[in-house]
């Protein structure tokens, strides 16, 4: 039996009435009323627990003389946040665990995990039927410059992304999201909810956006602790790979990396072999538990098709740069500014190259300005015509770390300052700020 108790062990605490059980961090404890009855009967209501993210039943039991009884729920709780649909107690004789003297009796409470994961015996699919309704598929509009030189045109995006708030935060990639000026979240069964972008951190690939409401049905993932993931580890990925939504693909993680690349300097990667194609940006990579260990981000290929490489930005990179601390978002798509570009485009100090600006984003309030026409310059195309961003509250783009700390630290009413070039002149744009809300 030893196995089958959790690591962590609870305190009791009791008055002449109720029994309360403190379960520690790592516990989620919700709607648990336990209350004293007699010296020798306890009643449980509206148990629900879960253990490190997975579904548990609390077992009470109550020792008097040489008799133990145990109450105890006959079906799994469900977890946190989730319906409750709790079980009638029953009385059997079980071993105790820990204790707490009650008046002439002993009291002995023992908390039991019957539902440990797929480690446990959880299939794949019994994890997939309890989180993907935190799946939404989503998608975009945003506007280009035609390739002819002629007016914006419409483009649509397709990606994925994942709830992860009640209030309505969905976690997603940003080079999905980071140039649309709508966007639409679809959910399994078939609500579109309007979505915007409340903030972004392009240096890892990820965007936090905010849902207009949240379907009465949806369910919120948990987060893991990407730190402890391991290579080797079975995990699955949900998405909308070319638009197939809520499509589950199953593998393992093969490799933790930092690429340190000039694209996304901040990003910390989970490599992992799952199928991952277009339509799976944004989406979730789940561990056998059913946290979060990651966001999709891309792949490596030579066939512009899946081969093996997908890389997913860890959750906790996600955490502490859009949950903790959000990173502001502008409204901009822009190409920095270095080396070669540098000289071609005559500057004298790195900048980022404005390529379009959002509407209704505080980079409209500025007065920021995009391209105008499309060129290839070193092999690359680019949208050239548009403002040049140097600093941002006085600190160069090129710190790229220092410019996202100053935008972080503005408050509803701050003053907004950057420094642009615009038609060969250097000049200073200003507003108050006022974030996406």
């Not at 790592?26 to 004293?36: F, I, S, T």
């Not at 910390?268 to 990579?285: H, K, V, W």
Request: charged share 20%; proline share 5%; aromatic share 4%.
């Amino acid at each position: 039996m030893k196995g089958m108790w959790p690591e962590l062990h609870p305190t009791v605490k009791t008055d002449k009435q109720t029994l309360s059980v403190h379960l520690g961090p790592a516990w989620c404890l919700e709607d648990q009323d336990v209350k004293l009855a007699a010296q020798d009967r306890v009643e449980i209501k509206g148990s629900r627990i879960t253990f490190a993210g997975k579904p548990a039943l609390i077992a009470a039991e109550v020792k008097k003389g040489d008799e133990t009884l145990r109450s105890s729920a006959t079906a799994p709780a469900s977890p946190c946040g989730a319906a409750r649909g709790a079980a009638e107690p029953r009385l059997q004789r079980h071993p105790a665990m820990a204790k707490a003297l009650i008046g002439g009796g002993v009291l002995w409470v023992a908390l039991l995990c019957v539902a440990a994961g797929a480690s446990a015996g959880e299939a794949v699919a019994d994890v997939f039927d309890r989180v993907h309704r935190s799946v939404v598929v989503i998608r975009t509009t945003e506007l280009d410059v035609a390739e002819n030189g002629g007016g914006p045109v419409k483009m649509t995006g397709l990606g994925s992304g994942v709830l992860v708030s009640t209030d309505g935060q969905v976690l997603t990639a940003d080079h999905l999201v980071h140039a649309a000026f709508e966007i639409y979240a679809e959910f399994p069964d078939g609500a579109r909810v309007h979505a915007r972008v409340r903030a972004a951190a392009r240096s890892a690939d990820l965007a936090l956006l905010q849902l207009d409401r949240v379907p009465a049905n949806a369910v919120v993932a948990p987060l893991a602790d990407s730190d402890r993931a391991r290579i080797g580890e079975q995990i699955f990925v949900v998405g909308a790979p070319h638009g197939f939504g809520h499509t589950l693909t199953v593998g393992h993680i093969s490799a933790r990396r930092s690429l340190g690349d000039d694209d996304f300097p901040q990003a910390e990667f989970l490599q992992t072999d799952a199928a991952i194609n277009r339509g799976n940006s944004g989406g979730p990579m789940f561990n056998l538990a059913g946290e979060v260990l990651g966001i999709v981000s891309h792949i490596v290929s030579t066939s512009e098709g899946f081969e093996g490489l997908g890389f997913v930005v860890s959750v906790n990179t996600a955490r502490a740069l859009l949950l903790e601390r959000p990173t502001a978002w502008l409204g901009v798509d822009g190409v920095p500014l270095r080396g070669d570009l540098l000289r071609i485009f005559n500057l004298r100090e790195p900048g980022v190259l404005v390529q379009r600006v959002v509407e209704r984003s505080p980079a409209t309030a500025l007065g920021l300005r995009g391209g105008v026409a499309k060129a290839t310059i070193g092999g690359r195309t680019l949208i050239v015509g548009g403002d040049v961003l140097l600093r941002i509250q006085g600190v160069t783009v090129a710190a790229g770390g220092r410019a996202r700390e100053a935008l972080a630290a503005l408050k509803p009413g701050d003053l907004l300052t950057v420094t642009i070039v615009r038609a060969g002149e250097v000049q200073e744009l200003s507003t108050r700020w006022a974030p996406p809300e």
